[in-house]
T-cell receptor
């Protein structure tokens, strides 16, 4: 079945450093979504990408959807302590667009 | 607009018992999905309900079941609880189907002893 993996599993950075998490799917995706879950909280929707090669920015966050629509990345420039949390990607298979599969998540820790 | 609400927030049960969790989606949202979150397995999709019908199901045993009412509120039931069922159960609603952006509730923390 469809699998969505993320790397790295954990990342510790000094405040001000950049951070990137990568999302890889075993199948071609119709779209990719990104969520953030703060410690003790619930996942919160950040963004959705639909087009091949699409790039979207939200302030210090840059999201990319691969040309083959099988991978995606989230890059945070100059991390802040408020960026702490687990970042999940989620996508649905092009042949089963009704089912969203979440990635394994990347936990980000930012040291002041 | 009020967010997704889940009740109860915390629950302690013993092995063999059954439990029912409730979820009220955002007003107007017709799709409700359930997820199990554990430290080791991440976010695992349980099932999705849309217009009172189960549309998708994850790879969980038949002990896990759910339903959706005409007002889109949903319940999830786990029978014959096992220790491994201890987890955070998250409900998410979506304006359309599961493949669209999900709005999560705060979750129900279930502990099975």
């Amino acid at each position: 079945g469809q699998q969505v993996m993320q790397i790295p599993q954990y990342q510790h950075v000094q405040e001000g450093e950049d951070f990137t998490t990568y999302c890889n799917s075993s199948t071609t995706l119709s779209n990719i979504q990104w969520y953030k879950q703060r410690p003790g909280g619930h996942p919160v929707f950040l963004i959705q990408l639909v087009k091949s090669g699409e790039v979207k920015k939200q302030k210090r966050l840059t999201f990319q959807f691969g040309e083959a629509k099988k991978n995606s990345s989230l890059h945070i420039t100059a991390t802040q302590t408020t960026d702490v949390g687990t970042y999940f990607c989620a996508g649905s298979d092009v042949y089963n667009t009704d089912k969203l599969i979440f990635g394994t998540g990347t936990r980000l820790q930012v040291f002041p | 607009k009020a967010g997704v609400t889940q009740t109860p927030r915390y629950l302690i049960k013993t092995r063999g018992q059954q439990v029912t969790l409730s979820c009220s989606p955002i007003s107007g949202h017709r799709s409700v999905s359930w997820y199990q979150q554990t430290p080791g397995q991440g976010l695992q999709f349980l099932f999705e309900y849309f217009s009172e019908t189960q549309r998708n199901k994850g790879n969980f045993p038949g002990r896990f079941s759910g339903r959706q009412f005409s007002n889109s509120r949903s319940e999830m039931n786990v029978s014959t609880l096992e220790l491994g069922d201890s987890a955070l159960y998250l409900c998410a609603s979506s304006p359309l189907r599961n493949s669209y952006e999900q709005y999560f509730g705060p979750g129900t923390r279930l502990t099975v002893t």
